[in-house]
T-cell receptor, first 113, second 111 residues
Framework: IAGITQAPTSQILAAGRRMTLRCTQD?????MYWYRQDLGLGLRLIHY???????GKGEVPDGYSVSRANTDDFPLTLASAVPSQTSVYFC????????????FGQGTRLTVV | GQQVMQIPQYQHVQEGEDFTTYCNSS?????IQWYKQRPGGHPVFLIQ?????EVKKQKRLTFQFGEAKKNSSLHITATQTTDVGTYFC???????????FGAGTILRVKS
């Protein structure tokens, strides 16, 4: 089924540990995004990529890194997790250089303890 | 940086009442998009408005894009329990590609 796949669905992580959230899309979209969703704060952009090989910082990039080695994959890494990174993380993609309709993955619920 | 503000944060309506959420951007947008997220789900695209002053309708939902392309609204006529969820607006700034979301409006409908 075409779309975006995120893994894992949920994770409990000890503070200080490294974690990579995976995101894969099979729609050949140019642009990909990572958001975190926290109650009352909506969806905040962490990092984005306009095309394979390029990435950019969003609103809340600190503590996170991304890579875009190919069109399909856009992993998000937490180098050393902290409790404030407890959140629901959504990956999204869109098929336009000017940010058209975005398709979202099912989300990863991450708890840092 | 670009900010997208959305009000109200939360609204609880009686089934059959109307509902409106408003979105305002600090910068001119190349387009405005609206998404709906059901409880426990992920955001799902509803519509995109591109032209200044544009109005689009989807059944009971009416979407407007302001003349200055900095604000937008979503109006639901005669809400139903199936309308429950969080409604987000989102937009890239003019000549940009970052898709920035508002904080969302949570809609609850009493039957």
């Amino acid at each position: 089924i075409a779309g975006i796949t995120q893994a894992p669905t949920s994770q409990i992580l000890a503070a200080g540990r490294r974690m990579t959230l995976r995101c894969t899309q099979d729609m050949r979209h140019n642009a990909m995004y990572w958001y975190r969703q926290d109650l009352g704060l909506g969806l905040r952009l962490i990092h984005y990529s306009n095309t394979a090989g390029t990435t950019g910082k969003g609103e809340v990039p600190d503590g996170y890194s991304v890579s875009r080695a190919n069109t399909d994959d856009f992993p998000l890494t937490l180098a050393s997790a902290v409790p404030s990174q407890t959140s629901v993380y959504f990956c999204a993609s869109s098929d336009s250089d000017r940010a058209g309709e975005a398709f979202f993955g099912q989300g990863t619920r991450l708890t840092v303890v | 940086g670009q900010q997208v503000m959305q009000i109200p944060q939360y609204q609880h309506v009686q089934e059959g009442e109307d509902f409106t959420t408003y979105c305002n951007s600090s910068t001119t947008l190349s387009n405005i998009q609206w998404y709906k997220q059901r409880p426990g789900g992920h955001p799902v695209f509803l519509i995109q408005l591109v032209k200044s002053g544009e109005v689009k309708k989807q059944k009971r939902l009416t979407f407007q894009f302001g003349e200055a392309k900095k604000n937008s609204s979503l109006h639901i006529t005669a809400t139903q329990t199936t309308d429950v969820g969080t409604y987000f607006c989102a937009g890239p700034k003019l000549y940009g590609n970052k898709l920035v979301f508002g904080a969302g409006t949570i809609l609850r409908v009493k039957s």
